[in-house]
């Protein structure tokens, strides 16, 4: 199976793993040349497509690469904008060019909201909400923009107009990686796929969205009509609406190839949509095959399955069939510090809060949520006494070291946070991450006793709020988190 890639990214990086290995695959093969680097170890120029979140800015990083975007063409929700317009955690596609060094150079880069409308139905404890009859998940991996105060669920009022980036998991969930307010423009706009579609009354559904399309544009159909399956664009102007008059419908496509390409790499992010086999699934509805020889990074063959988040990355060939040299496995950032930074270590890629080394690296989602406002934010921006936000996941377990997947900077905040799984206890104490715990009588148990957490914890997701003294974090209120 063809490599596509070359070490570029830093040594201590999880991108730098995967490319290197990906090298070491195609030095075992022949010497014919394949897309992106020939069997002999020389790289070649190939066209690429990327689909993915964006993670940092300095031209724009997605899925752990840098994209030189100096002389790309920006599409913004359908027309000419910039890389302005783009904001962290946002899914873009780009397609360009890697060059003999393996540099990349965007040539297209097109952004659309998943979702436009207003939010309903908002459940912060369930970490769910509503938009166009659509149900959209929150989770550690998504950014709030920073017009929410605070900058999570609780933000958001019922009836708030917002626009919502993300990919669709197998169940049509919506899955944010961004959440801001609405450009003012007041178009709702929804993607999905059509079902119950019905040509003589001119409507379809999209889940739990009713859209009548007698009225609309419609584009990009083969039949002039939409049919069950098809994954659409829909908008129209009753944001609030159940049922959607739609002003435009267009079919599409999710093919990675153009026609014009020849030798085409292809980087994919998102949720397996459809699952036959490890050998055999969609990610993010577009075709993956895997092999023998396919480098499987964070997890094994036999952790594939529905709903599993991955990003794929391989060549595209003539039938649109992602064939996989690579496939990392995203693990959730259930774990989640705030604190204030102690230690930063710009060489190593790390940083340390709480006491708890934090490895930050190009898959790492970087942003300034603070007044320093920085567009181009990275660890030799971060300072000791900064308060970060930072979400991720324990690699190794075991290791008490966390693998960033989201950090933002903040303005001071109030309580330090801690989130993970229990160690140990010892009442009045336990344990997170190696972080001592310190209970008190005025701690508060949330909807659990004190007997019953400390009797139950180990094991056991837990959130604390609470205050450093010293080295140990003394709790000021408790939740368990897996309940």
Known sequence: MSSLYTASASSHSRAGIWLLAAIAIAACNSDEQVSGIDRGGAPVASAVITTGSVTSFGSVVV????????????II???????????????????????????????????DDQLV????NIDSSAGRLEVLGQI???????????????????????????????????????VATRIGPDDGNAVARVHGHVSDADTGAMTFRINALTVDYSAAMIENFPGGEPANGDFVEVEGSEISSAELAADRVSLESRNLR?????????????????????ADFDVDGQPVVTDAQTLFELGVAVDLDLNVKVQAFGSVDAANVLRADVIRFEPPGILAIA??????????????????????????????????????????????GDWLEVHGFEDPVGSNTVSATLLEREDDGDDVELTGFVQSVADPEF????????????????????????????????EVEGQLSGQILVAEEIELEDD
């Open 136 to 174: 959209v998940r929150i989770d550690g991996g998504t950014s709030f923009d920073k017009e929410f105060s605070p900058r999570s669920l609780e933000g958001i009022s019922s009836g708030d107009v917002i626009a919502i980036s993300g990919f669709l998991d197998a169940d049509g969930l919506t």
């Open 258 to 278: 153009d026609d014009d390409d020849d030798d085409l790499v292809g980087e994919i992010e998102g949720y397996i949509t459809r699952f036959n086999s490890p």
């Open 63 to 74: 899925n752990g690469v840098r994209y030189d975007t100096s002389d790309a063409e920006f």
């Open 117 to 120: 409308g207003q939010a309903m």
């Open 339 to 384: 604190a204030q930074v102690e230690e930063v270590n710009v060489a190593a890629g790390t940083i340390t809060l709480l006491g708890i080394l934090v490895r930050v690296d190009e898959l790492t989602r970087l942003e300034d949520q603070s007044d320093d406002d920085e567009r181009i934010f990275d660890l030799s921006d971060m300072n000791v």
């Open 431 to 462: 344990s997170i991450l190696g972080v001592t715990i310190l209970t008190t009588d005025v701690t508060e148990f949330d909807d659990i006793s004190r007997a019953e957490f400390f009797s139950d914890a180990v094991g056991r997701l837990v």
């Open 77 to 111: 929700d359908s027309v000419p904008g910039s890389e302005a317009d783009l904001e962290i955690g946002q899914v873009i596609t780009v397609r360009g060019q890697i060059d003999a060094n393996d540099a990349r150079t965007a040539v297209r880069v097109e952004f």
